[in-house]
């Protein structure tokens, strides 16, 4: 055993850098002749892209040095052989893609909405933030202080929500649709598995209903068919009417969601909890849900970036969101054919905040595995 | 007799579907005493203690813990529960929670003690238990004999009357079978009411104030230890005992 001190090192090969390349990159010839032509087609495709989407393309001025207002200054009109993008067209129409139609001089509220909206996120997305307790107050009341500043009231002008638009319609639907279709889905996802047979079939019948028809289809029902189902004279808001469809859309797939997790959970859980004494509720609080979420957190992220990218429908009733926002700007005669650079835009904003949501459930995955070694493995 | 029972099992039938589970269980237990079951696996023993907490449900007959009837009244399923421990097989730690947390969590909020106090009585039963240095770790950072020693100290800090084990022992490395055992050696010296599902036919001989043995839904014999494992009346335990015994 004396002669074993010495600690065997793996070889060399096989680690670090180079053992990387080898190993994924050159492990054998057809291996090696595939990166090369990846490597060929990346060298073609970046200078290209960064070419057309920065160096030659115009941001406010064109080549001449004329601030550009409408398509026909872009360079690359004036010009086929030079110039890439013209952004100029999202610099000049930047407003309404950020807030759509909302009043000028009420557009701060807006801005504090957006700047309040991160510091409501912050204590839900790190649970080590320091003094998170006081910031979860405020995550609380922030949908009743959105609503006020956002809609008006309480000493606010009123904006109504048909001057709302772009960005701002976006982040709503998606945001709200995310938050409340979550507690709702958990509710309906315990329900369907519930013991008692009524609650049950509830249950079932609601989720497979909506999960059964198109989102389309549930937008058009809350714009011409809820209205009938309301009392005469209480006539509801336009983006309230979507707001629900989106909701009940995206709990029926938030249920479906939870339930995979529900159904990983060992019988073991249930029957350590019920012989400490715990009721139904704290059961389900305390010991299954925690784990349940903690599963199903890829999922829930999935449904919730195909929602975020589903708000885009709602162009079909009417409301202009942010995609909806770059077709009005594409129908202006003064700004035809740009299609690439507002699509490149839209496409851009959209991704950011999905990304952003991909990575963040990745982090959470791997903050929440640390220590933890669920069931079997 | 029933006066002095704090458990009594009285004709007591389970099917499983068409399986009859339990057939006409009588069982009655006193304060302090110490019982094992034995059997053959598929006999029932799981499901008896099971039902004794409501885990199962039983279909015929009646029930009584601590003079509470286990009916589908759920206030006393919970206040049956309040009282009575159990102990896994499987031990059903909570993977999410720390070993402290896993203690502490049913005295908050099953039993509203504030967080301090629950806090010193779970390192009290970890001590108990013998692995107070292990307070901070998760479920799945722990020894199987280690994670089952936690899931005693939680049920014990309920502060039970009755304490079930359903084969706690059976899914641990045999280096790990003394270190439980020996915490429900002190567990029994220490005066606890209870009823133990095990094999570990040592330990019955050292703790068991009475022996069970169950096979195919009945209780076939109830003796003490001495005249269970030394001159048993019925030739199916006379068989098990054998078989068991020459392992």
Same mark, same amino acid.
């Given at each position: 055993m004396n002669e074993m001190n010495e600690v065997r090192k793996p070889p060399v090969a096989t680690t670090g850098i180079i053992g990387w390349l080898r190993i994924n990159l050159f492990f054998n010839w057809t291996n090696s002749l595939i990166t090369l032509f990846v490597i060929y087609?990346?060298?073609? =495709?970046?200078?290209?892209?960064?070419?057309?989407?920065?160096?030659?393309?115009?941001?406010?001025?064109? %080549?001449?040095?004329?601030?550009?207002?409408?398509?026909?200054?872009?360079?690359?009109?004036?010009?086929?052989?030079?110039?890439?993008?013209?952004?100029?067209v999202i610099y000049v129409r930047f407003y309404q893609f950020i807030y759509g139609f909302y009043p000028r001089v009420e557009?701060?509220?807006?801005?504090?909405?957006?700047?309040?909206?991160?510091?409501?996120?912050?204590?839900?997305? %790190?649970?080590?933030?320091? %003094?998170?307790?006081?910031?979860? %107050? =405020?995550?609380?009341?922030?949908?009743?202080?959105?609503?006020?500043l956002l809609n008006g009231g309480l000493g606010f002008t009123e904006v109504s929500t048909n001057k709302w638009g772009g960005l701002l319609v976006t982040l709503v639907l998606g945001c709200t649709g995310i938050a409340l279709a979550f507690p709702i889905g958990i509710m309906l996802a315990l329900g369907r598995r519930s013991k008692l047979p009524v609650i049950s079939m509830m249950?079932?019948?609601?989720?497979?209903?909506?999960?059964?028809?198109?989102?389309?289809?549930?937008?058009? =029902?809350?714009?011409?068919?809820?209205?009938?189902?309301?009392?005469?004279?209480?006539d509801m808001d336009g983006l309230v009417r979507v707001l629900v469809a989106v909701t009940l859309f995206q709990s029926a797939y938030m249920a479906e969601v939870i339930r995979g997790g529900l159904q990983?959970?060992?019988?073991?859980?249930?029957?350590?909890?019920?012989?400490?004494?715990?009721?139904?509720?704290?059961?389900?609080?305390l010991i299954i849900l925690p784990q349940a979420i903690r599963i199903s957190i890829p999922p829930i992220v999935n449904t919730s970036i195909g929602l975020f990218k589903d708000t885009t429908l709602v162009i079909i009733v009417g409301i202009l969101d942010l995609l909806g926002i770059g077709r009005g700007t594409l129908a202006d005669t003064n700004w035809l054919g740009l299609s690439y650079e507002i699509y490149f835009f839209v496409s851009l904003v959209f991704f950011i905040f999905t990304f952003g949501m991909s990575r963040y459930s990745l982090y959470l995955e791997k903050k929440l595995k640390t220590g933890i070694n669920m069931g079997a493995d | 007799m029933?006066? *002095?029972?704090?458990?009594?099992? &009285?004709?007591?039938? &389970?099917? /499983?579907?068409? /399986?009859?589970? @339990?057939?006409?269980?009588?069982?009655?237990? &006193?304060?302090?005493?110490?019982?094992?079951?034995?059997?053959?696996?598929?006999?029932? *023993?799981?499901?008896?203690?099971?039902?004794?907490?409501?885990?199962?449900?039983h279909q015929e007959g009646s029930i009584i813990v601590d003079g509470i009837e286990l009916t589908g009244n759920l206030k006393n399923i919970d206040n049956v529960r309040k009282e009575v421990g159990m102990v896994f097989q499987q031990f059903n730690l909570f993977p999410h929670l720390s070993v402290k947390e896993n203690i502490t969590l049913a005295p908050i909020w099953v039993k509203k003690m504030p967080k301090a106090e629950a806090e010193e009585l779970a390192m009290r039963q970890l001590e108990i238990v013998k692995i107070p240095e292990q307070a901070n770790k998760y479920p799945g950072q722990l020894s199987?004999?280690?994670?089952?020693?936690?899931?005693?100290?939680?049920? @014990?800090?309920?502060?039970?009357?009755?304490?079930?084990?359903?084969?706690?022992?059976?899914?641990?490395?045999?280096?790990?079978?003394?270190?439980?055992?020996?915490?429900m050696v002190d567990l029994a010296n220490g005066g606890m009411t209870m009823i133990v599902v095990t094999h570990e036919m040592g330990f019955a001989k050292t703790v068991a104030d009475r022996m069970v043995?169950?096979?195919?839904?009945?209780?076939?014999?109830?003796?003490?230890?001495? &005249? /269970? /494992?030394?001159n048993p009346e019925s030739d199916r335990t006379k068989l098990f005992l054998s078989q068991i015994l020459h392992q």
């Amino acid at each position: 055993m004396n002669e074993m001190n010495e600690v065997r090192k793996p070889p060399v090969a096989t680690t670090g850098i180079i053992g990387w390349l080898r190993i994924n990159l050159f492990f054998n010839w057809t291996n090696s002749l595939i990166t090369l032509f990846v490597i060929y087609c990346l060298y073609q =495709f970046i200078p290209w892209i960064l070419d057309w989407t920065i160096f030659s393309a115009d941001f406010k001025y064109n %080549y001449l040095g004329e601030q550009i207002t409408n398509q026909e200054m872009c360079s690359r009109n004036l010009d086929p052989e030079n110039g890439g993008a013209c952004w100029a067209v999202i610099y000049v129409r930047f407003y309404q893609f950020i807030y759509g139609f909302y009043p000028r001089v009420e557009v701060w509220r807006v801005n504090l909405a957006y700047v309040m909206l991160a510091f409501a996120l912050l204590p839900l997305l %790190y649970a080590k933030l320091p %003094y998170r307790k006081y910031f979860l %107050y =405020f995550t609380y009341i922030f949908p009743v202080i959105a609503y006020f500043l956002l809609n008006g009231g309480l000493g606010f002008t009123e904006v109504s929500t048909n001057k709302w638009g772009g960005l701002l319609v976006t982040l709503v639907l998606g945001c709200t649709g995310i938050a409340l279709a979550f507690p709702i889905g958990i509710m309906l996802a315990l329900g369907r598995r519930s013991k008692l047979p009524v609650i049950s079939m509830m249950c079932t019948l609601f989720i497979e209903f909506i999960r059964g028809v198109p989102l389309i289809t549930l937008l058009f =029902f809350g714009m011409v068919m809820l209205p009938l189902f309301l009392p005469e004279g209480i006539d509801m808001d336009g983006l309230v009417r979507v707001l629900v469809a989106v909701t009940l859309f995206q709990s029926a797939y938030m249920a479906e969601v939870i339930r995979g997790g529900l159904q990983a959970i060992p019988p073991g859980q249930y029957e350590a909890a019920k012989s400490l004494g715990m009721s139904y509720w704290r059961m389900n609080l305390l010991i299954i849900l925690p784990q349940a979420i903690r599963i199903s957190i890829p999922p829930i992220v999935n449904t919730s970036i195909g929602l975020f990218k589903d708000t885009t429908l709602v162009i079909i009733v009417g409301i202009l969101d942010l995609l909806g926002i770059g077709r009005g700007t594409l129908a202006d005669t003064n700004w035809l054919g740009l299609s690439y650079e507002i699509y490149f835009f839209v496409s851009l904003v959209f991704f950011i905040f999905t990304f952003g949501m991909s990575r963040y459930s990745l982090y959470l995955e791997k903050k929440l595995k640390t220590g933890i070694n669920m069931g079997a493995d | 007799m029933s006066e *002095k029972s704090i458990i009594s099992l &009285k004709n007591v039938n &389970k099917w /499983f579907g068409d /399986f009859h589970v @339990l057939q006409d269980v009588n069982l009655e237990v &006193k304060k302090k005493e110490r019982i094992v079951v034995c059997g053959p696996s598929g006999s029932g *023993k799981s499901t008896m203690i099971r039902c004794i907490n409501r885990l199962e449900e039983h279909q015929e007959g009646s029930i009584i813990v601590d003079g509470i009837e286990l009916t589908g009244n759920l206030k006393n399923i919970d206040n049956v529960r309040k009282e009575v421990g159990m102990v896994f097989q499987q031990f059903n730690l909570f993977p999410h929670l720390s070993v402290k947390e896993n203690i502490t969590l049913a005295p908050i909020w099953v039993k509203k003690m504030p967080k301090a106090e629950a806090e010193e009585l779970a390192m009290r039963q970890l001590e108990i238990v013998k692995i107070p240095e292990q307070a901070n770790k998760y479920p799945g950072q722990l020894s199987g004999g280690q994670q089952q020693r936690v899931a005693i100290a939680r049920s @014990l800090a309920m502060n039970p009357n009755i304490m079930l084990f359903d084969e706690p022992t059976s899914a641990l490395d045999p280096e790990m079978i003394k270190e439980v055992l020996d915490v429900m050696v002190d567990l029994a010296n220490g005066g606890m009411t209870m009823i133990v599902v095990t094999h570990e036919m040592g330990f019955a001989k050292t703790v068991a104030d009475r022996m069970v043995f169950m096979d195919e839904g009945k209780i076939v014999e109830e003796a003490s230890p001495d &005249k /269970f /494992f030394n001159n048993p009346e019925s030739d199916r335990t006379k068989l098990f005992l054998s078989q068991i015994l020459h392992q």
